[in-house]
């Protein structure tokens, strides 16, 4: 059975930072493109970056360049996404993808 669960979110004052995780299992981590989305209330999900197998090949979208890193532990079978910089716009669900899975998703709330 894919799992993939994302501990941690919450929430984190404006220009603050914030380190998602997402373990998975059921699948061969180090073989597959991984990637996070994200969700704002109200709003259909949103591309937020991806990371190939390797960890070489990495792509963002504008609204996060610059502020936003993926990363990825294949020995660990682990992805991360690390916020800093964070606006109030970036509150939203944030889901792990890949390995035909998908995270429950969890809530990072960006308010002062």
């Known amino acids: 059975e894919v799992q993939l669960v994302e501990p941690g979110g919450g929430l984190v004052h404006p220009g603050g930072s914030m380190r998602l995780s997402c373990a998975t299992s059921?699948?061969?981590?180090?073989?597959?493109?991984m990637k996070w989305v994200r969700q704002a209330p109200g709003k259909g999900p949103e591309w937020v970056a991806r990371?190939?197998?390797?960890?070489?090949?990495?792509k963002y979208s504008d609204a996060v360049k610059g502020r936003f890193t993926i990363s990825r532990d294949n020995a660990k079978s682990t992805l991360y996404l690390q916020m800093n910089s964070l606006k109030p716009e970036d509150t939203a669900v944030y889901f792990c993808?890949?390995?035909?899975?998908r995270g429950q998703g969890t809530q990072v709330t960006v308010s002062s």
């Open positions: 993808e890949g390995g035909a899975g």
């Open positions: 990371i190939n197998s390797g960890g070489n090949i990495i």
């Open positions: 059921g699948f061969t981590f180090k073989n597959y493109e």
